[in-house]
C-alpha cells in the first residue's frame, strides 16, 4: 500500500467519474479479505479480541463450574449484571472518542439515584417524574464537567476526579450516613426484574433482525448500484448471520423457564430492551449523523476540525453531557437491579468496570476509535468474569486483581495497536 | 493573459505590535496561473497567505476578488468567496477516511442522516478529474496513506468546492521525489482547470516545474513580481536572498 505508483507518461487520461472506486473492484472478495488482514496488522482489531475474550471465558467457567455458570438462571442474571456496566460504559464511549475521560461517571450515576430515590421514597413522587429528575440531574453535571474542561480548559482527568470526590458527598447527603434507601416502585424495579412476555420477546427479537438485515443488504445494494466502494456481500452476509445467531441465542436462552420451582419465569428482561434501544440510537447518533463524524473528527485531530468550521467547544461540552445522562440511567437500572439505592451506589469498581467494558470492546483511550457496540461487548465480558469469579468462590482480593490485571490487558492491546498504525501509517 | 486577475492585492500593511511584517506589499494571482510565492523565512510570506485566507485582517490596502474590493474576517468568509488554504501539516483527521477528511465540516445530509453515497460520488469525482489514480479506494483511511497520498488528498478537498484560488504552503516540504513529481502535477492540474494557483515553495526546481509567474517577498517586501519563463534559476535565488537581481527588484 505504501507503493506509490511512478510517475505516469500520460496525466491528462480522462476517466469516468465511477473510475476511481474501480482501482480496486469493489465486491472482489479477495481485495476485501486483504484489505481486513491489512487493518489487523495496522493494528485495526475491531470488535476481535472481545468477541474472543467472551468464548474465551465462557468456555473456562463452563470447564469450572459445568453445572452453574450456564445454568438458565445464571445467564439471566449475567445479562441483567452487565446492563448498568454497558450503559455507563456506552456513554464512556463518547468521551474516550474525544480522548478524555470522566472518572466521575459511577458516582455520578449514583448520586442521580439517589435523586430518584429520595423523590419516589420521601416525596413520593410518580416514577416518570423521579426518573425525569435523575436524568436532568445527570445533565447538569454533564454540563458542568463538560463546561471546566472545554471552556476553563482543565484536563477532563482533574476535573472529573473533583467530582468523583465532591459527587460522593452528594449522595452520602442525600442518603444518610450508612443508609440505604429502598426503591419500591413497580415500573422501576421491573426494568432489571421483570421479563417481557416470551412472545414479545421473539417478536422483538425477529423484528431486530429483520431491521438489520435490511439496512445492510439495502445499504450494500445501493452502493453496489451507484459504483460506491462496498464490501463483498459475503461479509455483509456473514455480519448480518453472527448478529442474527446472537440475537437469536440470546433470546432463546432467556426465554427458557429458570425458575427453580412450579412458577415459571421466563422472557427476556425489560433492561435488555433498553440496551438495545440506547445501542441503535448511539450508533445511529456516531455512525450516520453529522454530529457523530465531528465527534471523531475532534478526536482524531482537533486542530483540523477547528480549521474545518467545526465548533470544538460545543462538541466537548457535549460528549460530557451525554456521558453523564446515560450515567443516570445506568444508575436507574442499578437501582432498580437492588431495589435500592445506597451511600456507596456507583462507587467502588463501577467506573472502572465501564471504563474496562470500552475499552475491551474496542474503544481507544486516545481517542478517535471506538464505537457503541464496544459497550456492549465490553460490558458482557466484565459481566462473564464478575458473575464467574463470584461463582468460583473467588476471595474479594483475588476479584480486584484480576479485573485489574484485565483492564490492564485492555490497555495494552489498545496501546499497541496504536503504536503499530503510527508505525505503518506513513 | 485574463483582463481581470483572481486575487489583487496592493499596497498591503501589516503590523504585529511594534513589528512590520508587510510593508506595501503587491501581489497578484491569475485564473488558470500557477504563481509561485517565494522568499526566504521571515519574508512574510506566512503572514501574506494568513491575510489572503482571512485567518488575520491586513491593516491596510487593497484586497481584490475578481474585481471587486473584499474583506475577509474569517477562514469561513475565505472559503465563501472561493479561497482554500492548504496548509503545511495539511490538517487531515487520521481516523476518518479520504471521503470524510474531504467533506469534514461540509457533510451533505438527507434530514438527520449523512448522504454517503453522495458524498463518496462526489469525491471519487473530484478525484477523477484530477486524475488522481494513486490513493485506491476513497474509502481507505488517511492513517493507510503516504506523505505523497494525503497531500493529494488536502489539495484534492481544496478542489472539492466552487474554489477560485488555492494556495498551497510547502507542499511538496516532506515528500521524496516521485511524491514530489506526482503533487507538482497535481497542482498544474488545477491550474489547467481554470483555478488560480498560489505555491509557496523554496524549491527552485519546483517553482520552475510549474509555476507561470514568480512573485518574491523580501523583509516584507514585493521585490518582483515577473514570468518565469523571464528570468533564470539564480536571479530568483538572489531576489530572494538578497531582494534585488540586476534589473529586477526595487532601485537602491
Redesign the interface.
Known amino acids: 500500500?505504501?507503493t506509490?505508483?511512478?510517475?505516469?507518461e500520460k496525466?491528462?487520461?480522462?476517466?469516468?467519474?465511477?473510475?476511481?472506486?474501480g482501482?480496486?473492484p469493489?465486491g472482489d472478495m479477495r481485495s476485501a479479505a486483504l484489505d481486513a488482514w491489512?487493518r489487523v496488522r495496522?493494528g485495526d482489531l475491531g470488535a476481535t479480541p472481545a468477541i474472543l475474550g467472551l468464548l474465551g471465558l465462557i468456555v473456562l467457567f463452563t470447564a469450572l463450574r459445568p453445572e452453574t455458570f450456564l445454568s438458565k438462571g445464571n445467564i439471566a442474571n449475567l445479562f441483567t449484571q452487565a446492563l448498568p456496566i454497558t450503559i455507563l460504559a456506552m456513554g464512556l464511549v463518547f468521551v474516550l472518542l474525544l480522548g478524555e475521560i470522566d472518572l466521575s461517571a459511577g458516582v455520578a450515576s449514583g448520586v442521580c439515584a439517589a435523586v430518584m430515590a429520595k423523590l419516589l421514597v420521601d416525596a413520593g413522587q410518580p416514577w416518570y417524574v423521579a426518573v425525569l429528575a435523575a436524568v436532568a440531574v445527570g445533565i447538569v453535571i454533564g454540563t458542568a464537567l463538560g463546561a471546566f474542561v472545554a471552556l476553563v480548559r482543565i484536563p477532563s482527568f482533574v476535573v472529573s476526579l473533583a467530582l468523583f470526590l465532591g459527587l460522593q458527598g452528594i449522595t452520602l447527603r442525600l442518603i444518610g450516613e450508612g443508609g440505604t434507601v429502598p426503591v419500591r416502585d413497580d415500573v422501576i424495579n421491573a426494568l432489571a426484574n421483570k421479563n417481557m412476555p416470551v412472545g414479545l420477546g421473539w417478536a422483538l427479537a425477529a423484528a431486530v433482525i429483520v431491521g438489520y438485515a435490511a439496512t445492510e443488504f439495502l445499504r450494500w445494494r445501493?452502493?453496489h448500484a451507484?459504483g460506491?466502494?462496498a464490501r463483498p456481500i459475503q461479509f455483509v452476509g456473514a455480519r448480518v448471520g453472527v448478529v442474527t445467531l446472537a440475537v437469536l441465542g440470546g433470546t432463546y436462552l432467556l426465554s427458557q423457564d429458570r425458575a427453580p420451582g412450579p412458577i415459571v419465569l421466563a422472557g427476556v428482561p425489560w433492561g435488555v430492551l433498553l440496551v438495545a434501544v440506547l445501542l441503535i440510537i448511539c450508533t445511529?447518533v456516531l455512525g450516520?449523523?453529522?454530529y457523530g463524524?465531528?465527534v471523531?473528527?475532534v478526536?482524531?485531530?482537533a486542530?483540523?476540525?477547528r480549521?474545518?468550521?467545526?465548533n470544538v467547544t460545543r462538541i466537548r461540552v457535549s460528549v460530557f453531557m451525554i456521558a453523564s445522562t446515560l450515567a443516570a440511567i445506568s444508575g436507574i437500572v442499578a437501582a432498580s437491579r437492588l431495589s435500592s439505592v445506597a451511600t456507596n451506589s456507583g462507587a467502588g469498581n463501577t467506573l472502572l468496570y465501564a471504563v474496562g467494558a470500552a475499552v475491551i470492546g474496542g474503544t481507544s483511550l486516545f481517542g478517535?476509535?471506538g464505537k457503541a457496540r464496544d459497550a456492549v461487548l465490553g460490558g458482557l465480558v466484565i459481566a462473564v468474569i464478575d458473575n464467574g469469579l463470584g461463582l468460583l468462590g473467588t476471595k474479594a482480593y483475588l476479584n480486584f486483581l484480576i479485573t485489574g490485571v484485565v483492564l490492564l490487558l485492555a490497555a495494552s492491546i489498545d496501546a499497541t495497536a496504536r503504536r503499530r498504525?503510527s508505525e505503518?501509517?506513513? | 493573459m485574463p483582463a481581470t486577475p483572481v486575487l489583487e492585492l496592493r499596497g498591503v500593511d501589516k503590523s504585529f505590535g511594534p513589528v512590520k511584517v508587510l510593508h506595501d506589499v503587491s501581489f497578484t494571482a491569475h485564473a488558470g496561473e500557477v504563481t509561485a510565492l517565494v522568499g526566504d523565512n521571515g519574508a512574510g510570506k506566512t503572514t501574506l497567505v494568513k491575510g489572503i485566507g482571512g485567518v488575520h485582517a491586513f491593516d491596510r490596502g487593497v484586497y481584490r476578488f475578481d474585481g471587486r474590493p473584499v474583506r475577509p474576517r474569517s477562514p469561513r468568509d475565505a472559503a465563501a468567496l472561493g479561497i482554500e488554504i492548504v496548509h503545511q501539516d495539511l490538517a487531515l483527521c487520521e481516523n476518518l477516511d479520504i471521503v470524510e477528511n474531504m467533506f469534514l465540516g461540509r457533510e451533505r445530509s438527507h434530514g438527520i442522516a449523512l448522504d454517503e453515497a453522495a458524498m463518496e460520488e462526489a469525491a471519487a469525482a473530484t478525484l477523477s478529474r484530477l486524475s488522481v489514480r494513486t490513493v485506491g479506494s476513497v474509502r481507505r483511511r488517511v492513517s493507510e496513506l503516504s506523505g505523497g497520498q494525503r497531500q493529494t488528498v488536502a489539495i484534492a478537498r481544496a478542489a472539492l468546492w466552487d474554489s477560485r484560488l488555492v494556495v498551497l504552503d510547502e507542499p511538496s516540504a516532506a515528500l521524496g521525489v516521485a511524491q514530489t513529481q506526482q503533487v507538482l502535477e497535481l497542482v498544474r492540474r488545477l491550474a489547467d482547470r481554470g483555478l488560480a494557483v498560489v505555491l509557496i515553495s523554496h524549491n527552485m526546481n519546483d517553482v520552475f516545474a510549474v509555476s507561470d509567474r514568480v512573485a518574491a517577498l523580501y523583509l516584507g517586501r514585493t521585490v518582483a513580481q515577473v514570468r518565469t519563463a523571464d528570468v533564470t534559476h539564480r536571479q530568483v535565488v538572489e531576489l530572494i536572498t538578497s531582494g534585488r537581481s540586476g534589473d529586477l527588484g526595487p532601485r537602491a
Request: no cysteine; net charge positive.
Open positions: 500500500m505504501s506509490d505508483l511512478p510517475k505516469s496525466p491528462a487520461v480522462k476517466f469516468a467519474a465511477g473510475d476511481f472506486a482501482d480496486r469493489p491489512q495496522s445501493g452502493q451507484r460506491l466502494a445511529f450516520r449523523t453529522r463524524r465531528h471523531y473528527a478526536g482524531g485531530n486542530e483540523a476540525a480549521r474545518a468550521g467545526i478517535g476509535r498504525r505503518m501509517g506513513r
